[in-house]
């Protein structure tokens, strides 16, 4: 079958990667769909078990910091597309392990940039590459203001550094040598399929187990959350309807405090277990702060809804709902990750014996 496009999707076993290929792969048929990924141990392909059989998607175990091995693909495949996601994600993760974030979400980058740059430059036109990035580019702000497309970057983690360089280097590429380019960038994330080391899917398995809520420092750091779906719904009309060599902020205007949210899920969870109002709060416990925390995140997401009429589908509380009971519904699959390697990262993060 001869299709529209071939897209290949970086990092699509992970947690937005996985969500992105569903909708593009029931959503359009007369697409190919490539899955690239090198399954660390934030990729699961066990996120895509109900689409893996589609006729238009495909897995290949790659790496994108093996420069031949992305050509082979393009290749292979007739690459038209790019949506790249893959990445190391976890700030704390790249306090710890700087260099495997400049590997991977620097290098990985130039390096799908130049496969693209060879199988695309008779006509840059018909093709496009996607940057999926981060509003913790922007760096860390006040109790007042927000991030726009055009606030300056000020990156404060190596997680953060590396992404903004990414950045940096689609921009250039874009500038330099004429590939057509489109970045995001979003608040966080949250809801089904999200790797627990991150804050909720890590408060709700705690809740379950009874164990310690861990809150960093004094649980006043302020997130803006999204739900994950609805991510991917903004990269999709982005993609398709976002202007070439654009940024377009994404955001849900969901500004919670970490306590704020902690004692949410933990009502949340107190209904869903039949335990009585207040008993899961008793589990939190403030430890020590992440170096260099960022204070508040916040993002201006006008752009997207005015120019391309991309609104969230739920709200907070719908979202958090939706999430617990996934959660609460796929224990095995938390109970599958949280064994082996993820268990020695909890306990050298948190330092339990
Ligand atoms: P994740 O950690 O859940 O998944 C990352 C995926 O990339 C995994 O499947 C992993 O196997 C794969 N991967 C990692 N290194 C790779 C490599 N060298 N080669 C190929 N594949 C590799 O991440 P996520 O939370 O789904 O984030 C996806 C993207 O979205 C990232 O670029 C991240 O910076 C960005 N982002 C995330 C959030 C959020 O809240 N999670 C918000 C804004 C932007
Ligand atoms: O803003 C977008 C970013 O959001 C993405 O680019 C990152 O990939 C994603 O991981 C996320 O980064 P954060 O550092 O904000 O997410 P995390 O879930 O690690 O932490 C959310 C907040 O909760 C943050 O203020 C730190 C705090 N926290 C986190 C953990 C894991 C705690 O208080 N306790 C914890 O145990």
């Known amino acids: 079958m001869n299709y529209l496009k071939n897209i290949l999707v970086t990092g699509g076993a992970g947690f937005i990667g996985s969500h ?184 709700l398995n705690n809740i379950r187990h009874s164990k310690n809520l861990p809150v960093y420092g004094d649980g006043t750091n302020i997130r803006d959350w999204l739900f994950v779906i609805d991510h991917a719904s903004a990269i999709d009309v982005i993609f398709h309807k976002g202007r070439v060599n654009e940024t377009y902020n994404i955001g849900g205007n969901n500004e919670l405090q970490n306590i704020a949210l902690v004692h949410i899920l933990c009502d949340l969870m107190d209904q869903k277990m039949g335990k009585p109002q207040g008993s899961s709060r008793e589990l939190i416990t403030f430890v020590k702060d992440r170096p260099g925390h960022d204070h508040r995140y916040a993002i201006d997401n006008t752009k997207l809804t005015t120019e391309l009429g991309w609104s969230p589908s739920v709200t907070v509380v719908e979202g958090m709902k939706k999430t617990i009971d996934w959660y609460w519904d796929n224990e095995e699959w938390l109970s599958d990750i949280t064994s082996g390697s993820y268990m020695d990262y909890y306990k050298r993060q948190y330092s339990l014996n």
């Not at 495949?77 to 991977?104: G, M």
């Not at 981060?134 to 497309?149: A, C, I, M, Q, R």
């Not at 940096?168 to 380019?181: D, I």
């Open 20 to 203: 992105v290929i569903r909708l593009l792969v029931k959503k359009y048929p007369d697409y190919r769909i490539v899955n690239f990924d090198a399954l660390t141990y934030a990729g699961n392909l066990s996120n895509l078990s109900d689409i893996e059989k589609m006729n238009n998607y495909v897995f290949v175990h790659g790496n994108i910091l093996e420069a031949d091995h992305i050509s082979a693909v393009f290749n292979d495949y007739d690459i038209t597309d790019i949506i790249h996601l893959a990445a190391e994600s976890h700030v704390d993760r790249s306090i710890t392990d700087p260099l495997a974030f400049l590997k991977t979400n620097i290098i990985g980058t130039v390096n799908l940039m130049q496969a693209a740059r060879k199988a695309w430059e008779k006509d840059y036109s018909k093709h496009m590459f996607y940057h999926v990035s981060t509003d913790e580019v922007y760096g860390s702000l006040g109790p007042e203001g927000y991030f726009y497309e055009d606030t300056a970057y000020d990156p404060q983690s190596p997680y953060s550094a590396s992404k903004a360089s990414s950045d940096h280097f689609v921009r250039a590429y874009a500038n330099t040598y004429g590939l057509q380019t489109k970045i995001s960038n979003c608040s966080n994330n949250y809801g089904p399929n999200q790797f627990p080391e991150k804050l909720i899917p890590l408060m």
